[in-house]
């Protein structure tokens, strides 16, 4: 069983649509985290939860919006997205939130907007 | 801001040769350096890390280099093999708690039969 699951793995969706995306972690850990991959860029770190508080908000815009019910679990919910907004979006988790943490990544939900 | 550079972008090697992927990082303050390996449709695996303590690590086939006043860190793979073959990716981050890691952009490794 993959330590850190995301659903969906594709997902494609118009510019007004609202839609969600979900990460669960089955690894006991304290932190989570929402990143952007973007083709030849770094990975864009967007959001950090430890203890289901949120810690890190890079500047993401509103149409992005994280919650956090409990530390298993991670949703990005999604409005009114534009093109550039199509990327690979990998959720990952990490014993705690801090310097010298391994981070256990998501195989990523591919997002396409139309 | 902080940035990690990544070089080469591309990098072919025949089965069984060396490759080494270089980075270069431009916080100081930076300590802790992990790569990860992303096959293609997989997210991001942690391979190796190394600390500010140490200049060197390795784990079989894989090892890292770090110097620190130069600042710059190294991925070296011998006796490369088919399965090697991905994207990795460099990170460096600081001992702050706060620390964000900073990934480079990533290196299209390819083990040539």
Same mark, same amino acid.
Request: proline share 6%; aromatic share 10%; glycine share 4%.
């Given at each position: 069983e993959t330590g850190?699951?995301?659903?969906?793995?594709?997902?494609?969706?118009?510019?007004?649509?609202?839609?969600?995306?979900?990460?669960?972690?089955?690894?006991?850990?304290?932190?989570? &985290?929402? &990143?952007?991959?973007?083709?030849?860029?770094?990975?864009?770190?967007?959001?950090?939860?430890?203890?289901?508080?949120?810690?890190?908000?890079?500047?993401?815009?509103?149409?992005?919006?994280?919650?956090?019910?409990?530390?298993?679990?991670?949703?990005?919910?999604?409005?009114?997205?534009?093109?550039?907004?199509?990327?690979? &979006?990998?959720?990952?988790?990490?014993?705690?939130?801090?310097?010298?943490?391994?981070?256990?990544?998501?195989?990523?939900?591919?997002?396409?907007?139309? | 801001g902080e940035n990690v550079e990544q070089h080469p972008s591309t990098l072919s090697v025949q089965e069984g040769d060396s490759a080494v992927i270089k980075c270069t990082y431009s916080d100081s303050a930076s300590n802790y350096f992990p790569w990860y390996k992303q096959e293609l449709g997989k997210g991001p695996q942690l391979i190796i890390d190394i600390r500010s303590n140490v200049g060197e690590k390795k784990d079989q086939r894989i090892a890292v280099t770090l110097n620190k006043t130069a600042k710059h860190f190294s991925l070296h793979i011998t006796e490369t093999q088919p399965e090697d073959s991905a994207v990795y990716f460099c990170a460096a981050q600081g001992y702050s708690s706060a620390s964000k890691i900073i990934f480079g952009s990533g290196t299209r490794l390819s083990i040539r039969p």
């Open positions: 850190v699951t995301q659903t969906p793995r594709h997902l494609v969706m118009g510019m007004t649509n609202k839609k969600s995306l979900k990460c669960e972690q089955h690894l006991g850990h304290n932190a989570m &985290y929402w &990143y952007k991959q973007s083709a030849k860029k770094p990975l864009e770190l967007m959001f950090v939860y430890s203890l289901e508080e949120r810690v890190e908000n890079n500047s993401v815009p509103s149409r992005f919006s994280p919650e956090c019910p409990n530390s298993s679990h991670l949703f990005l919910h999604l409005h009114t997205l534009q093109p550039e907004d199509s990327a690979l &979006y990998l959720c990952a988790s990490s014993q705690e939130w801090g310097f010298d943490q391994p981070q256990h990544f998501g195989d990523g939900t591919r997002l396409s907007i139309l | -």
